[in-house]
């Protein structure tokens, strides 16, 4: 059955129409809002490459995750930024951490928003690499010892989700392990599964403090040629125990979040990074881009090609445009 009896601008001829055949939903609770947690005290340094993102102390934390639970949002997610850093990542793991001290502030004040923390070492090395340095490299199974560490650590200030990003292999059996030694048998883990050594984490890096001192995370990280290794990542990562997968970033590699919502039946997310972020924001603020319309665009491709649920620096904004 063709023209002229089947239009398709028929079913697209008014808002309602259009809203009762739209495939695909976006939802406040499918957003989970990245936030910058530095020691002190009323501080909020604006990130400059990343408009109205900043860096907050854990008092401004805990008030920005009350606007996020007002709101509805599915979740934050953690990134600390130590006073000092050292070559053994050793704030990464200090129960007395900035990322533990902040998951405590908020459990206590916010008990009822979710609280996800990334498990890196990036933030907290002095050389700005994801773990310990051999020979020029970071050694992969030193590091998992931090990394198992690290996500006790914040399984027990009371983080609900770990999620470690640094892309050792084994590191998921290493922390499952560790949070079921610890008595955490119920923390669920999110691996940032197949995450790919990317140009779009640019702003994240002067948002973290964490770029690369010398050399790049082309040794870890994965190659953004690559398409199948990701699904044998993910394939990995679900053998050692994650409860969850994630995709990043998110616009550039639509592909690999269709492939892997085909292919596992976990709950996938898919990080639209800081360089997609800003990217948006950059041409929005040129007049190039119409803001609104590209976050929500943006968002809902990420959840057309198969995402659950989206990290996002737009979590708040699109939350408002939704309602
Ligand atoms: C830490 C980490 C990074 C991001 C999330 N966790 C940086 C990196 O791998 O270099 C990037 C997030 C973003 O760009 O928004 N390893």
New binding site residues.
Partial sequence: MAFPIQRLRRLRSSEPLRRLVRETQLAPSQFIL?LFVVPGQGIRKEILSMPGNAQMSVDNIVRECQECQKLGLGGVIL?GIPAQKDETASGAYDPDGITQQAIRAIKRDVPGLLVVT?V?N??YTSHGH?GWIKDGDVDNDTTLGWLAKTAVSHAKAGADIVAP??MMDGRVHAIRQALDTAGHTNTPILS?AA?YASA??G???EA?E?APQFGD?RSY?MDPANGREAMLEIALDLEEGADMIMV?PAMAYLDIIRQARDRFEVPLGA?Q???EFSMIMAAANNGWLDLDRTILESLTSIRRAGADFILTYFAKRATALLS
Avoid: H, L
Wanted: proline residues 8%; charged residues 30%; contains cysteine.
């Fill in positions: 990245p990134f990334d890196c990036c933030e994801c990003s640094d940032y995450k779009f984490y702003p994240f890096r973290a964490s995370r990280q990043k990080y990074v800081s360089g």
